[in-house]
């Protein structure tokens, strides 16, 4: 059978170390670009890193901020309502202290009729029994 080839198409010793070195530097070339990949690729981690550490600490801030903020809110909020309960309190013992003059007043006038009636009571006694009409 004739393809075409020598008989003897056994490589040589140095065509198979050529072949070795070529395969050799790609390989070579090829594990210095995965490398750059790798380092390229740790470079842009630490700078993502980077990034989040920075929007990590403003966004600490800003809720330390907006922490702030709400706490002087809410300060404000129960002085304004504390302000208003000592004056609703004032006001109910304005109202309390006019009840109770209103009403020592209106006891003061049933009292009166009553030591009215009292006395006109006591005294048409004194007349019926001076007349004797009770014996």
Same mark, same amino acid.
């Given at each position: 059978?004739?393809?075409?080839?020598a008989?003897?198409?056994?490589?040589?010793?140095?065509?198979?170390?050529?072949?070795?070195?070529?395969?050799?530097?790609?390989?070579?070339?090829?594990?210095?670009?995965?490398?750059?990949?790798?380092?390229?690729?740790?470079?842009?981690? &630490?700078?993502?890193?980077?990034?989040?550490?920075?929007?990590? &600490?403003?966004?600490?801030?800003?809720? !330390?901020?907006?922490?702030?903020?709400?706490?002087?809110?809410? !300060?404000?909020?129960?002085?304004?309502?504390?302000?208003?309960? &000592?004056? +609703?309190?004032?006001?109910? !013992?304005?109202?309390?202290?006019?009840?109770?003059?209103?009403?020592?007043?209106?006891?003061?006038?049933?009292? !009166?009729?009553?030591?009215?009636?009292?006395?006109t009571?006591?005294?048409? +006694?004194?007349?019926?029994?001076?007349?004797?009409?009770?014996?």
């Amino acid at each position: 059978m004739d393809d075409g080839e020598a008989t003897n198409s056994k490589p040589t010793l140095e065509t198979r170390v050529a072949a070795v070195q070529t395969d050799v530097t790609h390989l070579t070339r090829r594990v210095d670009q995965v490398e750059r990949s790798i380092e390229q690729t740790r470079d842009e981690i &630490k700078e993502m890193r980077r990034e989040q550490e920075g929007n990590l &600490k403003l966004t600490k801030n800003e809720l !330390k901020s907006d922490m702030h903020r709400m706490e002087e809110r809410l !300060k404000s909020d129960i002085r304004e309502v504390f302000a208003g309960l &000592k004056e +609703m309190i004032r006001d109910l !013992k304005a109202d309390n202290t006019e009840v109770r003059s209103a009403m020592r007043t209106e006891l003061g006038h049933d009292r !009166k009729v009553l030591y009215a009636l009292c006395v006109t009571a006591i005294v048409m +006694m004194l007349g019926l029994l001076g007349k004797g009409v009770l014996y």
